[in-house]
């Protein structure tokens, strides 16, 4: 297997690059990362919901804490009233009746066990918690991941640009020489017209590439949360990731993409869901208790008056019995879900390893493309020279010419290609890695 040394790449990338800008405000790629952290609206709402499951991995939204309540009641009410009574007491008869109570206690509801329950319950927010910790690191990487992607996108348009600008110099000085060989008769007015059209199209494939690179440059305002065409200068400087071996690669990308630890995670929660379910078959017991005045007053009957202060209390106990096997399906599903995540989990692992495989694939190829592309550049600027001695000479035709150098720009802009298709392709190795966001 072939490694890539990382000064000949860093080598190979800064031969065919252009000055780098010097402004004071222009940003490299860890800047604009950084920006992209701290200020994109996507990863701002991320954080908000992985709050949110913050707030509920608690012992108290879990019920391990009583409930304490401060409770109040009153009532009136007026009636024409008639009483008959046993015994020979006589009967009452009042019009307009009025019979009132009112009173105020403390009370508290605990249970005090529910077959580890809320244990399991507690379990489960901290591992929902820790799955969306997961879910918002998989938005942070895919949008650094795209972050990087926009800005070797915009390199790669800069370094077309400059290639386009010089193909476009070589097509300008041939416009000129062929106009003033046209005036001595060297050349004929079909290579005046071919001449000025190939300058033309050069001159669009220039605007072409200035575009895209302008393009990029709105995406990654709106990446940093900016208007899109916000003033934006970046930087040429381009780090190259340093991978490591094949071996250490598939460990890590086994045990901390964010694909494999999602799964895991998902695996445990549906643990989690089976205690929860078998804990359903356990008895419950709750206690309650309260302490409080109540105050009546009864406009008719034989107790016209009556007022209580004190504790009350009382514990229920619920031993499950059967419920039309409603507790065994679920017990039973959710020891299916359990399987089902196991089966996912490893799934999981085995996709992630595969894609860094195919990317090492990728890698040799890349590095392989390089050289030769390296070579053909070297090759077809020669031929380019020799063609425009011999244009100049009547011992070739325009076309010929024109040959010799759409082959120099093809091949340079192929160069180009290949190395930012590597540079893309060792970010998504680290991005496999769990490293990208580091």
Do not use: C, H
Request: hydrophobic share 40%; charged share 15%.
């Amino acid at each position: 297997m072939i490694w890539i040394n990382k000064k000949w790449a860093i080598g190979l990338i800064l031969g065919v690059s252009f000055g780098a800008i010097k402004a004071q405000d222009s940003l490299n790629l860890s800047s604009l990362v950084s920006r992209t952290l701290s200020s994109n609206y996507q990863i701002q709402v991320s954080q908000l919901q992985t709050e949110q499951t913050a707030n509920l991995a608690t012992r108290g939204q879990a019920g391990f804490f009583p409930q304490i309540n401060a409770n109040g009641n009153g009532a009136f009410s007026q009636n024409n009233t008639k009483l008959e009574f046993a015994g020979g007491l006589p009967d009452v008869e009042r019009n307009g009746a009025v019979n009132t109570s009112y009173g105020a206690n403390i009370g508290l509801n605990y249970t005090v066990f529910n077959g580890f329950g809320r244990v399991y319950t507690y379990r489960g927010l901290s591992q929902q918690y820790q799955l969306s910790q997961v879910q918002s690191k998989l938005v942070a990487e895919n949008l650094v991941f795209e972050a990087v992607s926009r800005y070797v996108n915009y390199q790669q348009a800069r370094l077309n640009s400059n290639i386009a600008e010089s193909n476009l110099k070589i097509s300008s000085e041939r416009l000129r020489y062929t106009t003033e060989s046209v005036s001595t008769g060297a050349k004929t007015q079909l290579d005046l017209l071919s001449a000025s059209l190939d300058f033309k199209n050069d001159s669009l494939l220039w605007l072409q590439s200035m575009v895209s690179a302008e393009k990029e440059a709105y995406a990654l305002n709106v990446l940093m949360g900016l208007s899109a065409n916000a003033p934006l200068i970046l930087s040429s400087e381009m780090p190259i990731p340093v991978l490591e071996n094949e071996s250490e690669l598939v460990k890590k990308v086994s045990e901390n993409s964010s694909s494999v630890l999602l799964a895991q995670i998902s695996k445990e929660l549906s643990q989690t869901q089976v205690n929860l379910a078998q804990s359903r078959q356990l008895p419950t017991l709750n206690l309650n208790a309260n302490y409080g005045y109540v105050s009546s007053q009864n406009g008719a009957g034989i107790i016209l008056a009556q007022s209580n202060l004190g504790f009350n209390s009382s514990a229920s106990l619920t031993v499950p019995l059967f419920n039309g096997k409603q507790l065994s399906t679920a017990i039973k599903n959710a020891d299916l879900d359990v399987k089902r995540r196991s089966l996912e989990y490893e799934q999981a692992k085995l996709q992630a390893t595969q894609l860094v495989f195919e990317a090492l694939a990728d890698q040799r190829v890349l590095q392989e493309q390089i050289i030769t592309l390296t070579r053909s550049v070297e090759v077809a600027k020669r031929a380019l020279s020799r063609s425009n001695e011999a244009y100049k000479l009547g011992q070739i035709k325009f076309n010929d010419l024109r040959v010799a150098q759409v082959n120099l720009l093809q091949a340079e802009s192929s160069l180009v290609s290949a190395q930012m298709n590597l540079l893309r392709l060792r970010y998504s190795v680290k991005r496999l890695t769990g490293e990208l966001l580091d």
